[in-house]
């Protein structure tokens, strides 16, 4: 492996929290809290945002000069464009041996989980074509029609017992041009399952997850 650039798509308009990516979050825009950690991985090559914000395009300017901006075209702005297509489109812009994308709403991910994510992805090249980063979970699951999942209720073992299932978090992914474009997905078909902590995990996706990370954030500078 001997180049990865790094890819951070960026909406401007925001469904559920309006202008969440630019709200502000421990005295800072919430993007310029997963630019700060990406500048402190030394293994990438590049840092590049696909955004259609002006916003946020004046922040990369002013404070993250550095980082390279992708002005995202009209047709993948809708809600409903997948981010497949739109990593597709980056990575016709972005040539690099391998692309890791995380997201602006993961805000207490730390540099050095994503360096060890390389790492492992480094090491098992011969195992994996793409990775994930996942959240462990042991507890009782029930699909939609009442049957469990993960565990027989006849039998209550304690859960930290169960057999663990994961969770896709969001917070990573690595992937290679070839994979992406054989699958049209960021996972492929022999993907390793990165696993983070819970904490460091948290997706931001309603004011009640900025409240809790700004919280959790608090409790780091304590």
Partial sequence: ????????????????????????????????HILITLQDVLELEGIFVDTDSPIIKEGIREAFPQVQVIDRPEHLRADEVSMNRILAHDISLVKADYYLQTHSTNPLLKAATISSAIKRFKEGQGSYDSLFSVTRLQTRLYDQNGQPINHD????????????????????????????????????????????DSREAWDIDTLLDFEIVDFLMGQERE
């Fill in 153 to 196: 209720p006849r039998e209550l073992i304690q859960t930290q017992d169960l057999p663990p299932v994961y969770e896709e978090n969001s917070c990573l992914y690595l992937f290679s041009e070839q994979s992406l474009k054989k699958h049209g997905h960021r996972i492929g078909e022999s993907p390793c399952l990165f696993e983070i």
């Fill in 1 to 32: 492996m001997t180049n990865i650039a790094a890819l951070v798509p960026m909406r401007h308009h925001s469904q559920r929290v309006p202008e969440k990516n630019f709200r502000e979050l421990g005295g800072r825009p919430l993007f310029h």
